[in-house]
Nanobody
């Protein structure tokens, strides 16, 4: 079955960096685009970044342009989210998502807390 397992979250000071990972299994990873979303308390889940199946095409939310890089390693079935210059408003649970044959699969999420 499809599994997405995020890791790499934690507590970081404002201005710091984190690299999130999402390990995928149960499907042909290299055939599907991947997405990172986040959800802050009391807010709707929002798209952070997306990457094409090959890794060539990427997109990022306006709120995080210049601060995040999405990448993938199809040999390791893993997608990454590098976040820099983090702000307190980046505090959220970060999820990876795959859309496979019109079904959305989500990981369990990893908490990112930006605080001094």
């Amino acid at each position: 079955q499809v599994q997405l397992v995020e890791s790499g979250g934690g507590l970081v000071q404002p201005g710091g960096s984190l690299r999130l990972s999402c390990a995928a299994s149960g499907f042909t990873f290299s055939s599907y685009p991947m997405n990172w979303y986040r959800q802050a308390p009391g807010r709707e889940r929002e798209l952070v970044a997306a990457i094409s199946s090959s890794g060539i095409g990427t997109t990022r939310a306006d709120s995080m342009k210049g601060r995040v890089t999405i990448s993938r390693d199809n040999g390791k079935n893993t997608v990454y989210l590098q976040m820099n210059t983090l702000k307190p408003e980046d505090t959220a649970v970060y999820y990876c998502k795959a859309d496979i044959r019109r079904i959305a699969y989500w990981g369990q999420g990893t908490q990112v807390t930006v605080s001094s």
